[in-house]
């Protein structure tokens, strides 16, 4: 599995933007479909956003579709999260995960996790 860091979650108020990055290694990256999940408090961890492993395309759950955008660099190894129209709705620990040559829409098939950033939206 990849190892992967995730960075650049924080504190934006409603209405704001931020992006999530997630630099992988260990393996080779190219061969990985990644996602993004996140996890609130006392709520289970739920799919994001995903994209497969020539970028080529990419897959939203309902509550961010036109509002987020999942893209990656394979020569830097890192998958990034661009999230507008942010609502505090979407406060919770984000996490990226790879799977080797499918999407990870479900948080069971990702092998290995990072630590996750935090994004907290206020209203």
């Known amino acids: 599995q990849v190892q992967v860091v995730e960075s650049g979650g924080g504190l934006v108020q409603a209405g704001g933007s931020l992006r999530l990055s997630c630099a992988a290694s260990g393996r080779i990256f190219s061969n990985y479909g990644m996602g993004w999940f996140r996890q609130a408090p006392g709520k289970e961890r739920e799919f994001v956003a995903g994209?497969?492993?020539?970028?080529?395309?990419?897959y939203y759950a309902d509550s961010v579709k036109g509002r987020f955008t999942i893209s990656r660099d394979n020569a830097k190894s890192t998958v990034y999260l661009q999230m507008n129209s942010l609502k505090p709705e979407d406060t919770a620990v984000y996490y990226c995960g790879g799977r080797r040559w499918a999407v990870p829409k479900d948080p069971r098939t990702v092998g290995s996790w990072g630590q996750g950033t935090q994004v907290t939206v206020s209203s």
């Open positions: 994209i497969d492993y020539t970028g080529g395309s990419t």
